[in-house]
Each structure stands twice: as structure tokens, then as C-alpha cells.
């Protein structure tokens, strides 16, 4: 089947850097997504990665390696408004439905 | 001006009955989408409709049926309810098709609690 996997739980200091990791189980993931939800509020387009390689908006970057299965979300400069769950997001094909992974709950210490 | 927007935010109703909830988007989009988020916040797509035709249809019982009367419009609704139908439901859209390109747009989100 197709999942993807992230740790559930990452905790860093305020003004680090600190990466989620997003791995998928299935060969051939069109592209990865990434969203940010707040408690009690609505997930937020972040990024796409279509093609391997890192892309960078402002202090959030995204990294795909298609070979490795594998990506992640970097956030830099951390901010405690950037408490909240980070979700990765990818589908087989071009206009596949998208399958989100179950989420890494952010924490963010002073 | 509200891109996605869901109506109630709030639903609370007892085991068995039928319930609605409605979704509306200005932005212009071709492509509308129900999710279920659980307590766990595991986000599952439940429907996704393009220009009015079903394109996604995930495993749910059929006491779900969706409906989009219009391209902007996209209403869920659910037939005997059942305690494990509580959740927060989302409607969202995107300009294009289902695909991980393309950015969706979130609705506030509607919890419906089963009692």
C-alpha cells in the first residue's frame, strides 16, 4: 500500500533550526507537499517539491530525493508561532488524489 | 473575504440521525474535496469532485454521499449517524485537478460529534 511516514513528535528551541523527515513507502510519488495546521485550525499549503532537490520560501525549505523515498521540511530561525503539526502530502500520479502522512506535532521551547 | 467556507462549524446530534454540512469556495476552483480528520488528526480524502463529476471516491460507507450542485458548491451529507463518524471534517479546493502540484485551500473545518 501507499503511506508515508513521519516521526510524530519533534521538539526544538526557539530561533534553531530543525528538520521533519517524511519517508514513502511506494515507489513513484509524483511529488511531496507539505502543510502546516494549527491547533484547532485548518491545514496550510507550505510547498511542493515536483523535482529532487531542495526549494526555499523564506524560512521554510523542502527537500525531495525520489531515489531515496525520501523527504523533508526545514525550518529555520524557529518562532513560536510555528508551534503546530506539519503534515507531508504525495500522490502516484499527476492528478491522483493526495495521501497525507499522520503529521509531526511541532513543540517549540523559549 | 472567506476563500473556503463550511457551514456549521459546530455539530452536535445523537446516533442515528441525518446531518448536512455545506461547502462553498469564491476562489474560482475547478476541483472541491471532503477530508475526515480523527481525533489521531490522521487526514483521509474522502470525495473530491472536478466541475461537478466525481473523480475521487474513497472507501466510505454510503451512508456518505456528497453532492456539488455547482462547481463552488460541494455538500456532504451522512445518513445514521454513528459514534465513530465524530470527527472534524474538511471541505477544500484547488485550481487544477487532485495532484500533489497543486496547492489546496482549507476550510475552517466542521467538527461533528456523534452522541
Known amino acids: 500500500g501507499q503511506s508515508l511516514e513521519q516521526p510524530s513528535e519533534v521538539t526544538a528551541v526557539e530561533g534553531a533550526i530543525v528538520q521533519i523527515n517524511c519517508t514513502y513507502q511506494?515507489?513513484?510519488?509524483?511529488?511531496l507537499s507539505w502543510y502546516q495546521q494549527h491547533d484547532g485550525g485548518a491545514p496550510t499549503f507550505l510547498s511542493y517539491n515536483g523535482l529532487d532537490g531542495l526549494e526555499e520560501t523564506g524560512r521554510f525549505s523542502s527537500f525531495l530525493s525520489r531515489s531515496d523515498s525520501y523527504g523533508y521540511l526545514l525550518l529555520q530561525e524557529l518562532q513560536m508561532k510555528d508551534s503546530a503539526s506539519y503534515f507531508c502530502a504525495g500522490g502516484l500520479n499527476r492528478d491522483d488524489k493526495i495521501i497525507f502522512g499522520k503529521g509531526t506535532r511541532l513543540h517549540i521551547l523559549p | 473575504d472567506t476563500a473556503v467556507s463550511q457551514t456549521p462549524k459546530y455539530l452536535v446530534t445523537q446516533m442515528g440521525n441525518d446531518k448536512s454540512i455545506k461547502c462553498e469556495q469564491n476562489l474560482g476552483h475547478d476541483t472541491m474535496y471532503w477530508y475526515k480528520q480523527d481525533s489521531k488528526k490522521f487526514l483521509k480524502i474522502m470525495f473530491s469532485?472536478?466541475?461537478?463529476?466525481?473523480?475521487i471516491n474513497e472507501t466510505v460507507p454510503n451512508r456518505f454521499s456528497p453532492k456539488s450542485p455547482d462547481k463552488a458548491h460541494l455538500n456532504l451529507h451522512i445518513n445514521s449517524l454513528e459514534l465513530g463518524d465524530s470527527a472534524v471534517y474538511f471541505c477544500?479546493?484547488?485550481?487544477?485537478?487532485?495532484?500533489?502540484?497543486?496547492?489546496?485551500?482549507f476550510g475552517p473545518g466542521t467538527r461533528l460529534t456523534v452522541l
Open positions: 477544500a479546493s484547488s485550481p487544477g485537478g487532485a495532484g500533489p502540484y497543486n496547492e489546496q485551500f
Open positions: 511506494t515507489s513513484g510519488f509524483y511529488g
Open positions: 469532485y472536478n466541475n461537478k463529476e466525481l473523480i
